[in-house]
């Protein structure tokens, strides 16, 4: 049995972005889609954390805290890029210091799409997350 | 060879009863907060999860004395209504507390840390409340231990009504409650992220967990110990107490660690010291 | 029986005496060597040969009484005028006084003929407690002894102005185990005066050892204060002279003390609690800490003020019930209280070792005074684990100094990936002292079990004052214990810092540690066929409860002990973590406890204890102890003072 379908635990990250997508992501959590429903914690540590949610695109300085962050949280682990910047560096795509989408250092599960990405979106990618988790949980068994 | 039975069944049925009231905690937490709120079993969920999810080990001695720290607070609560001697499980239960604050503090992180320092504070908060609140409940019974307080013709929370307000307030110190969760906290975002529990992972967490709930459980039992003509009364006023720490958890912030030790202190000097006075001078 | 005592008694004294002489330095370690190895010997046949019931006897052979009692007055002379000399020579009248005062007492007793006559078969008193405190002056003691000739050739190194003393330093300390075998066997009150007034004396010089301003200014508070006991000792020898068998210790403790004799137990409590460093006299102690380690261990933790506590022990049947033994009860809680407040504002590791030794002390004070079977037992209990944990957390402190070149707690950090061998050390102590049986758990679970008994207002206090004591030991504790087990990823050079321990520190720290870990599994044998029978016979009765450990008990008691140092050893295989992988917000961080900064630079990590500024004032709450406790020593010596008017 597994219980990673109903304890799974966010670390939110924001890169280069607008913080539309990150107000979005919080609204997750209001009692509106309260996503506390589905078990679903916010934690501020990649060590308590089975979810990366990141938000924003990737630049030069942040590059070495994303990489951290992503290497500290334990096995199994999966990366939901949430929004058209963490998708594909949106319109901060061809900034000096952007790298592009969160793709480019990070192996990515899930994109969830929008400028900002709405929160049922960002809900189901969340739940596809789930899926994406199990399979590697399986894979790793 | 009832105490054999009554020591397995705490052991067993503690984590159950305590993870129980995690869940409800949560929902009722989330109803204040005009939400539905995570099912019951949550707690049991994520400590499933956490056994299941890889642990990355940060130094060599923070996983035994994790261990330790679960064993220990199971075990005060054992000795307790094993019918140890009372007062010997109250140094019991600090070495229980000690050994989390080694745990975390043994990283070397500067979150951990300053999670295991504060928990020392807590530690030094509550310690002379639970060494006075025992002393206390043996001098007003004459008894020594926890079956023998049950059995004693003295209406506890009668004679000690200033030990158990005390209670009251250190509680929400133990349960790691606001205003008073200085050494970790539960809400998301907070400045410590989680303190004392920092640089855990997997199943590490899952044991300060069940250790949680352990402790709870222990803290139910002593609130018997005031209602000791009938448990279910206790455990009932234990309900309640809880209700209210759900309340002002959820409608305080988080105070500083010298009010923590400040309050607290006075609390225990005046309210439990001036019931242990009054209990020896008419104890004549 | 009788030559074995005088053997522990004259031998350290003859080596002491050559040692003062012997200028090489392979030819001291030889000698005292080999001393050391004679004394333990020595040590345990006599501890075999204790007939399992207290034995009274003289010095072998016909020795005319004369001739002793002049020798005692010779001894007191020479001691006397040494002080005078010393005082005089840096102008510190105040002992030179309190030394004078000393002699005219014994001289005016002896030439007047008031002195009665000592029962010769009665001069030395060895039972089950006598028995205890030689086990550790002769075990304990000779460990450190060897320890101090690891330690001080690197002392020679941090202080080279204390080059080419050694020979008097290694002198003294044989002569004080000599002095200390003597305190604890004599019956007769005038012969235990020589030695406590000699053991006082080898104190000063020890802690004058690197005759600085500041050290010699201790050296004399130290001097200063326990003369000032000695001078209470004398003045009781004074009120007692006239009392048939008044001299005799086990006579006047035999039972509660009446009318007569109850000042003279006064004073004789006053000398007690000065050499125990109970406040007000605690200041001494702290001052002494400037000696260097094997003299604190030696003189500060494990022997010299256990004199103290044996012979408030001694009195705690006499002062049993009485005025004298409350206020004693109550001068040693409220010492462990506000030392334990002090303790944990302390940084210095030396001056929290300190306090906790004085807090420690303050408990078998506090069980003294209260004189029930059952605080004896604690009391005793607690002398012997704090006399074995204690010397070896001294000795451990002493060898980190030397090589950190500091005793700040705080540059403890990482100890454990540092140094293994000294940390497993280190907890081995901690844990033996703190963790395990009689610092934190059983000792005060009796004595507050004890405490519920005492009536009225009193017992509420007493409750009050370990229920706060006891959750602040656990705070500096804890804290010591949060360095010695913290771990961090270290550069490659600060692995090697260990390689330099000299033999002789490792054989008498491992030593030590073996004998914690023996007291903690033979705690049960100990308390069955030597502390009860002890507490039983003192007090005519039985303690009522914890007579028989259960082996269950001793078993988790042990294991107690012994988890942290195993916990560390074991740790030190293990392979399977990453000290670098601590979250620093996604910093980096690399080895030296380093993480990323702004801009590319890379920071160090600092982590610092609590001290409880702003909540705790340490000074204000010693010197509040010290007022106070002052305050309640002033009326038990006025009892004394108004008897003898």
């Given at each position: 049995?597994?219980?990673?379908?109903?304890?799974p635990w966010i670390?939110?990250?924001?890169?280069?972005s607008?913080?539309?997508?990150?107000?979005?992501?919080l609204?997750?959590?209001?009692?509106?889609?309260?996503?506390?429903?589905?078990?679903?914690?916010?934690?501020?540590?990649?060590?308590h954390?089975?979810?990366?949610?990141?938000t924003?695109?990737?630049?030069?300085?942040?590059?070495?805290i994303?990489g951290?962050?992503?290497r500290?949280?334990?096995?199994?682990?999966?990366?939901?890029?949430?929004?058209?910047?963490?998708?594909?560096?949106?319109?901060?795509?061809r900034?000096y210091?952007?790298q592009?989408?969160?793709d480019?250092?990070?192996?990515?599960?899930v994109?969830?799409p929008?400028?900002?990405?709405?929160?049922?979106?960002?809900?189901?990618g969340v739940?596809?997350?789930?899926?994406?988790?199990?399979?590697?949980?399986e894979?790793?068994? | 060879?009832?105490?054999?039975?009554?020591?397995?069944l705490?052991?067993?049925l503690?984590?159950?009863?305590g993870?129980v009231?995690?869940?409800a905690?949560?929902?009722?937490?989330?109803?204040?907060?005009?939400?539905v709120?995570?099912?019951?079993?949550?707690?049991?969920?994520?400590v499933?999860?956490?056994?299941?999810?890889d642990?990355?080990?940060?130094?060599?001695?923070?996983?035994?004395?994790?261990l330790?720290?679960?064993?220990?607070?199971?075990?005060?609560?054992?000795l307790?209504?094993?019918?140890?001697?009372?007062?010997?499980?109250?140094?019991?239960?600090?070495?229980a507390a000690?050994?989390?604050?080694?745990?975390?503090?043994?990283?070397?992180?500067?979150f951990?840390?300053?999670?295991?320092?504060?928990?020392?504070?807590?530690?030094?908060?509550?310690e002379?409340?639970?060494?006075?609140?025992?002393?206390?409940?043996?001098?007003?019974?004459?008894a020594?231990t926890?079956?023998?307080?049950?059995?004693?013709?003295?209406?506890?929370?009668?004679?000690?009504?200033g030990?158990?307000?005390?209670?009251?307030?250190?509680?929400?110190?133990k349960?790691?409650?606001s205003?008073?969760?200085?050494?970790?906290?539960?809400h998301?975002?907070?400045?410590?992220?989680?303190?004392?529990?920092?640089?855990?992972?997997?199943?590490?967490?899952?044991?300060?967990?069940?250790a949680h709930?352990?402790e709870?459980?222990?803290l139910?039992?002593f609130?018997?110990l005031?209602f000791n003509?009938?448990?279910?009364?206790?455990?009932a006023?234990f309900?309640?107490?809880?209700?209210?720490?759900?309340?002002?958890?959820?409608?305080?912030?988080r105070?500083?660690w010298?009010?923590?030790?400040?309050?607290s202190?006075?609390?225990?000097l005046?309210?439990?010291?001036?019931?242990l006075?009054a209990?020896?001078?008419l104890?004549? | 029986?009788?030559?074995?005592?005088?053997l522990?008694?004259?031998?350290p004294?003859?080596v002491?005496?050559?040692?003062?002489?012997?200028?090489?330095?392979a030819?001291?370690?030889?000698?005292?060597?080999?001393?050391?190895?004679?004394?333990a010997?020595?040590?345990?046949?006599?501890?075999?040969s204790f007939?399992?019931a207290p034995?009274?006897f003289?010095?072998?052979?016909a020795?005319?009484?004369?001739?002793?009692?002049?020798a005692?007055?010779?001894?007191?002379a020479?001691l006397?005028?040494?002080v005078?000399?010393?005082?005089l020579?840096?102008?510190?009248?105040?002992?030179?006084?309190?030394?004078?005062?000393?002699?005219g007492?014994?001289a005016?007793l002896?030439?007047?003929?008031r002195?009665?006559?000592?029962?010769?078969g009665?001069?030395?008193?060895?039972?089950?407690?006598?028995l205890?405190?030689?086990?550790?002056?002769g075990?304990?003691?000779p460990?450190i002894?060897v320890?101090a000739?690891?330690?001080?050739?690197?002392?020679q190194?941090s202080?080279?102005?204390?080059?080419?003393?050694?020979?008097?330093?290694?002198g003294?300390?044989?002569?004080?185990?000599?002095a200390?075998?003597?305190l604890v066997?004599?019956?007769?009150?005038?012969?235990?005066?020589?030695?406590?007034?000699?053991?006082?004396l080898?104190?000063?010089?020890?802690?004058?050892?690197?005759?600085?301003?500041?050290?010699?200014?201790y050296?004399f508070?130290?001097?200063?204060?326990?003369?000032?006991?000695?001078?209470?000792?004398?003045?009781?020898?004074?009120?007692?002279?006239?009392?048939p068998g008044?001299?005799d210790?086990?006579?006047l403790?035999?039972?509660?003390?009446?009318?007569?004799?109850?000042?003279a137990?006064?004073?004789?409590?006053?000398?007690?609690?000065?050499k125990?460093?109970?406040?007000?006299?605690?200041?001494?102690?702290?001052?002494?800490?400037?000696?260097?380690?094997?003299?604190?261990a030696?003189?500060?933790?494990?022997?010299?003020v256990?004199?103290?506590v044996?012979l408030?022990?001694?009195?705690?049947?006499?002062?049993?019930?009485?005025a004298?033994?409350?206020l004693?009860?109550?001068?040693?809680?409220?010492?462990?209280l506000?030392v334990?407040?002090?303790?944990?504002?302390?940084?210095n590791?030396?001056?929290?070792?300190a306090?906790?030794?004085i807090?420690?002390?303050?408990?078998?004070?506090?069980?003294?005074?209260v004189g029930?079977p059952?605080?004896?037992w604690?009391?005793?209990l607690?002398?012997?684990?704090?006399?074995?944990?204690?010397?070896l957390?001294?000795?451990?402190?002493?060898?980190?100094?030397n090589?950190?070149?500091?005793?700040d707690?705080?540059q403890?950090?990482g100890?454990l990936?540092?140094?293994?061998r000294?940390?497993?050390?280190?907890?081995?102590?901690?844990?033996?002292m703190?963790?395990?049986?009689f610092?934190?758990?059983?000792?005060?679970w009796a004595?507050i079990?004890?405490f519920?008994?005492?009536?009225?207002?009193?017992?509420?206090?007493?409750?009050?004052?370990?229920?706060?004591?006891s959750?602040?030991?656990?705070?500096?504790?804890?804290?010591?214990?949060?360095k010695?087990?913290?771990?961090r990823?270290?550069?490659?050079?600060?692995?090697?810092l260990?390689?330099?321990?000299s033999?002789?520190?490792?054989?008498?720290?491992?030593?030590?540690a073996?004998?914690?870990?023996?007291?903690a599994?033979?705690?049960?044998?100990?308390?069955?066929?030597?502390?009860?029978?002890?507490?039983?016979?003192?007090?005519?009765?039985?303690?009522?409860?914890?007579?028989?450990i259960?082996?269950l008990?001793?078993g988790?008691?042990?294991?107690?002990?012994?988890?942290?140092p195993v916990?560390?050893?074991?740790?030190?295989?293990?392979?399977?973590?990453?000290?670098?992988?601590?979250?620093?917000?996604?910093?980096?961080?690399?080895?030296g406890?380093r993480?990323g900064?702004a801009?590319?630079?890379?920071?160090?990590?600092?982590?610092?204890n609590?001290?409880?500024?702003g909540?705790?004032?340490?000074?204000?709450?010693?010197?509040?102890?010290?007022?106070?406790?002052?305050?309640?020593?002033?009326?038990?010596?006025?009892?004394g003072?108004?008897s003898?008017?």
């Open positions: 049995m597994s219980f990673f379908a109903r304890s670390l939110h990250y924001d890169g280069s607008c913080n539309g997508c990150d107000i979005e992501v609204a997750c959590l209001t009692p509106l889609y309260d996503v506390e429903r589905f078990g679903v914690i916010n934690t501020g540590n990649p060590k954390a089975d979810i990366l949610l990141v924003g695109s990737v630049n030069e300085r942040n590059v070495e994303l951290n962050l992503y500290q949280m334990p096995d199994p682990k999966v990366v939901v890029a949430v929004g058209a910047c963490a998708c594909s560096g949106g319109i901060f795509a900034a210091n952007v592009g989408g969160i480019q250092v990070l192996p990515v599960d994109y969830v929008g400028c900002a990405a709405r929160p049922e979106s960002i809900i189901d739940v596809q997350a789930i899926a994406v988790l199990e399979r590697k949980r894979a790793a068994a | 060879m009832n105490d054999v039975l009554v020591t397995a705490f052991l067993l503690a984590p159950l009863a993870g009231l995690a869940g905690d949560r929902v009722v937490t989330a109803r204040m907060q005009g939400r709120g995570p099912p019951l079993g949550q707690p049991f969920y994520d499933g999860k956490l056994l299941q999810k642990a990355r080990q940060v130094n060599p001695v923070a996983e035994p004395l994790l330790g720290h679960l064993a220990f607070m199971a075990l005060s609560g054992a307790v209504v094993g019918g140890a001697d009372l007062l010997f499980t109250v140094f019991v239960f600090a070495l000690l050994c989390l604050v080694l745990a975390a503090g043994s990283v070397s992180s500067p951990s840390h300053a999670g295991a320092e504060r928990e020392l504070i807590v530690l030094l908060a509550t002379p409340f639970f060494i006075l609140m025992l002393a206390a409940v043996c001098k007003a019974t004459g020594s926890y079956g023998g307080v049950l059995a004693s013709p003295v209406a506890v929370a009668a004679a000690l009504p030990v158990l307000l005390a209670f009251l307030f250190v509680a929400t110190i349960l790691r409650k205003p008073f969760d200085v050494s970790a906290s539960h998301p975002h907070q400045e410590l992220v989680n303190g004392l529990t920092s640089d855990l992972s997997g199943r590490l967490i899952a044991w300060v967990h069940l709930w352990y709870t459980a222990l139910a039992v609130v018997t005031f003509w009938s448990v279910p009364l206790g455990l006023a309900l309640a107490a809880y209700a209210l720490e759900v309340l002002v958890d959820n409608s305080t912030s105070a500083k010298q009010l923590v030790l400040r309050s202190w006075a609390v225990t005046v309210f439990t010291g001036g019931n006075l209990l020896f001078l104890a004549r | 029986m009788s030559d074995l005592v005088v522990l008694i004259a031998f004294l003859a002491g005496a050559l040692l003062l002489v012997v200028r090489d330095a030819a001291r370690n030889a000698v005292v060597v080999a001393a050391c190895a004679v004394v010997v020595a040590t345990v046949a006599a501890a075999l007939p399992n034995a009274f003289g010095l072998p052979g020795v005319p009484l004369g001739a002793l009692d002049s005692i007055l010779t001894a007191e020479g006397a005028l040494f005078v000399v010393v005082g020579r840096h102008r510190r009248p105040l002992g030179p006084a309190m030394a004078l005062a000393q002699l007492i014994a005016w002896e030439l007047t003929g002195l009665n006559e000592p029962d010769p009665r001069l030395f008193w060895f039972d089950r407690l006598t205890v405190l030689v086990l550790i002056v075990l304990v003691g460990a002894c320890h000739l690891g330690y001080m050739r690197d002392y190194r202080y080279p102005r204390t080059r080419g003393r050694r020979t008097s330093f290694f003294l300390l044989f002569i004080f185990l000599g200390m075998f003597g066997t004599s019956n007769d009150l005038p012969l235990l005066h020589v030695f406590w007034e000699a053991t006082t080898c104190s000063f010089l020890l802690i004058g050892y690197t005759r600085t301003e500041e050290t010699i200014g050296a508070r130290a001097l200063e204060m326990n003369l000032l006991g000695g001078l209470g000792f004398s003045v009781a020898i004074l009120l007692l002279a006239g009392q008044g001299l210790l086990a006579r403790t035999s039972g509660p003390a009446g009318s007569a004799v109850l000042p137990v006064a004073l004789l409590a006053l000398a007690g609690l000065a125990s460093a109970q406040m007000p006299f605690s200041s001494w102690l702290l001052g002494a800490m400037h000696a260097p380690s094997p003299t604190s030696l003189l500060h933790s494990s022997t010299m256990k004199a103290g044996f408030l022990l001694r009195l705690a049947p006499a002062m049993a019930g009485s004298v033994g409350s004693v009860a109550f001068v040693g809680l409220l010492t462990f506000a334990s407040f002090a303790a944990v504002t302390e940084r590791t030396k001056t929290v070792l306090y906790s030794t807090a420690s002390l303050g408990l078998v004070t506090g069980c003294a005074g029930v059952e605080t004896v604690v009391g005793v607690i002398v012997i684990f704090h006399a074995v944990a204690k010397s957390l001294f000795l451990v402190v002493g060898t980190l100094e090589r950190l070149y500091t005793k707690m705080e403890f950090d100890l990936s540092r140094m293994r000294l940390s497993v050390l280190a907890l081995t102590g901690i844990a033996g703190f963790i395990a049986p610092g934190l758990v059983i000792a005060k004595a079990k004890a519920l008994d005492v009536p009225g207002w009193q017992g509420a206090a007493f409750l009050l004052v370990m229920a706060f004591g959750s602040l030991t656990i705070f500096y504790w804890g804290k010591l214990l949060l010695v087990l913290s771990t990823a270290v550069a490659a050079e600060e692995r090697t260990e390689a330099r321990v033999r002789f520190e490792w054989a008498a720290e491992t030593a030590l073996a004998a914690v870990v023996a007291v599994a033979g705690v049960g044998l100990i308390s069955e066929h030597v502390v009860t029978p002890y507490a039983s016979a003192a007090f005519h009765a039985p303690p009522r409860t914890m007579l028989a259960p082996p008990t001793i988790l008691l042990l294991l107690a002990v012994l988890a942290l916990l560390a050893l074991w740790a030190s295989r293990r392979t399977d973590y990453d000290l670098t992988d601590f979250y620093a917000s996604g910093r980096t961080a690399s080895a406890h993480i900064g801009l590319g630079t890379t920071r160090q990590v600092t982590l610092r609590y001290y409880l500024e909540i705790v004032d340490g000074r204000l709450v010693f010197r509040a102890g010290t007022l106070v406790c002052g305050l309640l020593l002033a009326v038990l010596v006025g009892q003072l108004v003898l008017a």
